[in-house]
């Protein structure tokens, strides 16, 4: 048997395994924040959706002189948020892994921007910092800047898969097969380092999520890039 | 001088005209809603934006078992509404023209819906009508179905233009430009009966615009079709 | 029973009818050259299809100063080409409808654009007009500009249909159904004018296709913004 | 300075750090071929256009029984013809790094398909194997059997930028200015092993290529989904 998901549906799977069942796990989820993975199944479709959306919000934006605020989804990561700030050239990432809960920081960086020359702003939220609807009307009533919410939602969670989702899926779906043909059990499949490798459920579980390195470094260079 | 825009902006060429300019008008907005043109530049673009972000949306209601209610452009027209009301066969579509305010009908529509069998329904909101957020929570309180709510917004403003729309853009430019060859002033561009035409920014005004008889042809054909 | 399809499929309907069943068609190619009707369900989604790979052959060519020959759909019909020909800024624009064979014409267009300082030229050939592999070849041995020739072939007629497409498409459907209904047999359902409409199958079948006024039109349009 | 660029302009940037100047490369070139580096910029957005180009053939394809051949690009690489061969779910790809000319093997292939049951055939070949068109001709000359050839050709070198190539291009660059502050030249910027890092030009350019172990490993996935 092999479960196509996150950390949840690896649990069920580990359960599954300890009654006898031979269950591979591949990870899978538009968030992107399985730890023992560094690609999760749908992420890159999920991303390139939202990355267009944004695309199209900029274009109206530069022509209006807007502050636009943007969630997209990811539940407790950054990932999407992240990714999207830099392919978007956003002004400001909002994420769960970093953010304070300090609305005047985001205010003062919008301020800040607008110094610069820059007519109009995109804010990206992740999910999990909070209700941006909220926050886009509680930063406009404070700043008088106009903001635009919008939520991207299940648009991200839809359309045709890109290439790397295909091609990824396809290699995982093969080394799951490959495990069970070889009477294996327990185990997930990962990608990692650039390599697709699998490890024991009780390992992978183990593993430390959050701000990562390598969220980390992408972080930084979000900050050098938005300057 | 060609002015593109909507009525506003027509009653303003309408001005520079009585002044001594040769101005042109060119029907463009998003929300198809100027009454002398039966197509206005941008609704194509617009529409087609909207309807791919509801196929995807209609990806995940039907693995979900989910409704969805989702706010499209349009001010007070329901033009986009009812194209991609019947582009994404949606199950109802709430616009301006015809809506009573009972939102009890749209929870007896939803409700018949789920007895026929259909385990998921897209409800597709003008944004004429109201806003869709809390719409989507006064019903799901009250039905008790999980209705989500999404807000498509500036997505739909921006993009890569169709065919349709670069194709009538370069015609209608191209005929104003003549007009003003010509010598003509104070005229707007128009598609009329499958024709590009131009009318008297009076008599162009002047149309009739609401629930016109393409309009009501159009919901007709929603209503059998998402029986 | 409805039948989707061109005249070919047109005179299958009418041999039906006068045996007694009752047939309504619908026009559907996408080619968009059936005479009876101002449109033909499938073109909107083509054309589109073909416009984003020439907007992405323009890319490179913009960069590279080259000469693209691209053959688009269309069979004996110039439709695809011409819409293509305005929407992607086509230098020259190839249809059955009016080409005389005479290649040197082509040459001294492309020598002209250069002249005018043009780094690139994109020409669109109808498919109907010949081998557009062997044109580009014979055409770049005698000026000596590079022409690179690129068949869309078969990348349009598949993809997602866009909005119009699948509004029409219902409109006509409903029509078609309408019609059974009430009892009538031998006609189809056109788009004319603006109007949804429908013709007995002779009358359908008589109309003049070819170098219609609608497709003069365009091509002065073309030939005037390609200056 | 900053060169974006494949071996030939790697070799450039190596001439101009020996003269003194500070030079860092990055590996962006669309066929994926550079060896220092698992990624190039551009092979993305590439691999993509390709992709949904060939899911539209597929439509086709599907609905009329044929056999399609189609040339995708990648000069002496097969890279973007193996992700379009995963991911198009194709019956055959034809990669530089294997291919023996011999097209016997190519229509057994075909044939196979046939008796179990499949109505249509997909085979991408990398342009380096050569010319798609006669080759498709020999085949159905010799088999019977309907290929139709498409070259997707320069349709695959624009568009606009995927997420991947856009936020791997961000951190490659922000790296190379990294690298230039610090005062370093003749180096070149790599994704290896799922991480950004550096090479010197001498040590980048020594490093094997063809049929690398990740390429291998792909085309046994392809074989074996394909059966």
Same sequence: chains 1, 2, 3, 4.
């Avoid at 999760?40 to 807007?66: C, L, P, Q, W, Y």
């Avoid at 396809?170 to 390599?195: F, P, Q, W």
Wanted: with cysteine; glycine share 10%.
């Amino acid at each position: 048997m092999v479960i196509a998901g996150g950390d949840g549906s690896f649990k069920g799977a580990q359960k599954l395994a300890h009654k006898g069942m031979n269950v591979i796990g591949i990870p899978c989820t538009i968030d992107g924040d399985i730890s023992c993975s560094d690609y999760t199944i749908g992420f890159d479709t999920a991303v390139n959706t939202a990355m267009r959306a944004i695309d199209n919000i900029r274009d109206t934006a530069s022509s209006h002189e807007k502050c636009s605020m943007i969630e997209v989804m990811g539940r407790n990561a950054g990932y999407i948020a992240l990714w999207c700030g830099i392919a978007n050239g956003a002004e400001s990432v909002v994420i769960p892994e970093t953010y304070d809960y300090n609305e005047v920081k985001i205010m003062k960086t919008i301020a800040k921007h607008r110094e610069n020359g820059k007519k109009n702003n995109i804010i990206i939220n992740a999910e999990g910092v909070g209700d941006t609807s909220k926050m886009a009307k509680r930063i406009q009533a404070i700043s008088g800047i106009h903001v635009r919410a919008t939520i991207l939602s299940y648009i991200q969670r839809g359309g045709t898969p890109t290439c790397r989702d295909r091609v990824y899926a396809s290699v995982m779906g093969a080394k799951a097969v490959d495990l069970l043909c070889e009477g294996k059990s327990n185990r997930i499949v990962a990608y990692k380092n650039g390599n697709f490798v699998d490890y024991d459920v009780d390992e992978a579980l183990s593993m430390k999520g959050g701000m990562t390195e390598g969220l980390k470094y992408m972080y930084e260079i979000l900050e050098d890039l938005s300057v």
